[in-house]
């Protein structure tokens, strides 16, 4: 059975760092991709970047490049993001999602199939 | 940037009843699409991708369709257990932008 086990709330100061982590079991965990998503209070969606357990290749929305790092552990199994500079439009859940890919007539299709249970992060002084 | 347009934003139906939600593109994505589940507190759940493939394990009366900048998510004689709100994503260049979203609530 594909899990995703993300780690625990976070509560940060203004200006700090902040780093999660998301422990896959149940699948290779080189053979897909992960993925990293955004969701403040209340509201929609928002897709942060992946990255690529097999080689640690990433890639990552414009809007999130330095606020984002994303790394892997092949040992361990464990896709982490780190958060920086943080301020109060940092608050969010953070989800993170395994990277399907399906071809079809040689064309690759994508989407999310298994995601983490998020990691709730509150940026308060 | 591709823009998703998601409608609508929220819909109040009775259980039995055939949905359909639209999900517009700003230009496009070549059926290079997914929808998604939300349930309030939950993680999102994959739903349809590739715009008309249903993930594994989803009830056949949910169906996608589309083609080109248009797209849409249907659901035929709803279920107490398909209420909370749903999301289309793009994935045909980055950034892969997520719909508004379309919260379906008991009438």
């Known amino acids: 059975e594909v899990q995703l086990q993300q780690s625990g709330p976070e509560l940060v100061k203004p200006g700090a760092s902040v780093k999660m982590s998301c422990k896959a079991s149940g699948y290779t965990f080189t053979s897909y991709v992960m993925h990293w998503v955004k969701q403040k209070p209340g509201q929609g969606l928002e897709w942060i970047g992946y990255?690529?357990?097999?080689?640690?290749?990433?890639k990552y929305n414009e809007k999130f490049k330095g606020k984002a790092t994303l790394t892997s552990d092949k040992s361990s199994s464990t896709a982490y993001m780190e958060l920086s500079s943080l301020t109060s439009e940092d608050s969010a859940v953070y989800y993170c999602a395994r990277g399907l890919i399906t071809t079809v007539v040689a064309v690759d299709y994508y989407a999310m199939d298994y995601w983490g249970q998020g990691t709730s992060v509150t940026v308060s002084s | 940037d591709i823009q998703m347009t998601q409608s609508p934003a929220s819909l109040s139906v009775s259980v039995g009843e055939t949905v359909t939600i639209t999900c517009r593109a700003s230009e496009n994505i070549y059926s290079n699409l997914a929808w998604y589940q939300q349930k309030q507190g939950k993680s999102p759940q994959l739903l349809v991708y590739a715009a008309t493939n249903l993930a594994d394990g989803v009830p056949s009366r949910f169906s996608g369709s589309g083609s080109g900048t248009q797209y849409s998510l249907k659901i035929n004689s709803l279920q107490s257990e398909d209420f909370g709100s749903y999301y289309c994503q793009h994935f045909w260049g980055t950034p892969w932008t997520f719909g508004g979203g379309t919260k379906l609530e008991i009438k």
């Open positions: 990255i690529n357990p097999y080689n640690d290749g990433t």
